[in-house]
């Protein structure tokens, strides 16, 4: 067992999903939940397997935990260190110029854009390793996707992402496959949960936590993965809105965050208080206020299109001018 006597970050692993993740205090006696299962339990109650004073030093120790587990499994890894260094960079200099924000923006998506690969079957090219100048100059890399994990549905033409070229990405994907198909889906992974046909409850919980450790894995940082239930009850288009604003933009309170979606901060509130208790925004303390910020680097939820995730580099205009960006498939 890790000493954590005088440490403020602890890295743990869920005994139900073995989802790594950061604990800010370990030895506080309230419950904390996996970000991913959503399993409770005690924080002195999980097992600690690396703590620090420093944050980033106990990620780097996460993305290493990573790196192991994939080589022991076989899984593809590759060595994401422009999208580390983009991420420091950006914590750092949040406040820096928007010119400089959108190069900052195009180092992230051409690394990610290369993290993502795809074992295709048989012996394959290793992919060219892009050079650090080649990722400040934003220059597009191939992506041939994520590996198929499972057999899925057709990827969906109008497949929605949304990116932010000014924190460490935020990438939302929303597989919109028309409200027929959708509910078509739902039915039968419904009648599936109470019939041994097809994925069960235990096998969409396994499926996800899979998925959710291969977009890790593959550059995505830390990923929640929501099934169709939770996305349904939880993504409102009121909160989806409350998301993309805080991706886009650095609320110093949540007074600040209701201007910007232009609501009400006593009606917003009460959609904050669900986005809090599903893991998907915390609060930070600053002095006198609290800042909200979103807890994870990816969400996707189902249906989950595993065999090809494109990824499309968003610029801040773009971004503020349309919102979201779409896949050009």
């Known amino acids: 067992m890790t000493d954590t006597q005088g440490s403020k970050y602890a890295l743990v692993g869920c005994s139900e999903c073995r989802h790594l993740f950061i604990v800010e205090d370990i030895h506080s006696s309230e419950k904390v939940a996996c970000p991913r299962c959503s399993h409770r339990k ?10 620090g004073d420093e944050p980033l030093v106990v990620q780097e120790a996460r993305s290493q935990r990573l790196r192991e587990r994939a080589t022991r499994s ?5 060595e994401i260190g422009p999208v580390w260094e983009a991420e420091q960079e950006i914590d750092l ?3 820096q110029s928007e010119n400089t924000a959108q190069r900052r923006s195009q180092r992230v998506s051409a690394a990610r854009q290369y993290a993502a690969i795809r074992e295709e079957g048989g012996e394959h090219p290793e992919p060219e390793i892009a050079s650090n100048r080649q990722l400040q100059r934003g220059k597009s ?4 996707g994520i590996e198929e994990l499972s057999p899925s549905e057709t990827p969906p033409s109008d497949a929605v992402y949304l990116s932010t070229p000014i924190s460490f990405y935020i990438v939302l994907i929303y597989n ?6 959708m509910s078509d889906w739902k039915k039968k992974q419904n009648s599936n949960n109470n019939s041994e046909e097809g994925e ?5 919980v396994l499926t996800r936590s899979k998925v959710g450790e291969k977009l890790s894995i593959a550059g995505f940082g830390d990923v929640l993965v929501l099934s169709h239930e939770a996305a349904d009850q939880v993504l409102t288009p009121a909160r989806r809105e409350i998301i993309k604003s805080l991706a886009a933009h650095d609320a110093s309170s949540l007074r600040e965050l209701a201007e910007i979606v232009d609501r009400n901060p006593g009606n917003m509130s009460r959609d904050m208080k669900v986005l809090v208790a599903e893991n998907i925004i915390r609060y930070v303390d600053e002095g006198k206020s609290k800042r909200p910020e979103l807890r994870h680097d990816t969400i996707i939820s ?11 580099q968003a610029t801040k205009s773009n971004f503020e001018a349309n919102g979201e960006c779409r896949s050009d498939e």
């Not at 005690?42 to 703590?51: E, K, P, Q």
């Not at 069960?200 to 969409?204: M, P, W």
């Not at 189902?302 to 499309?312: D, H, K, N, R």
């Open 200 to 204: 069960s409850e235990s096998a969409r």
């Open 302 to 312: 189902e249906p989950l299109i595993t065999s090809e995730i494109p990824v499309q």
């Open 141 to 144: 890399v191939s992506q041939p």
């Open 74 to 78: 076989g899984d593809i890894h590759i």
């Open 42 to 51: 005690s924080a002195g109650m999980y097992r600690v397997l690396h703590s």
């Open 176 to 181: 919109r496959m028309g409200s027929d198909n």
């Open 93 to 95: 200099g949040r406040h």
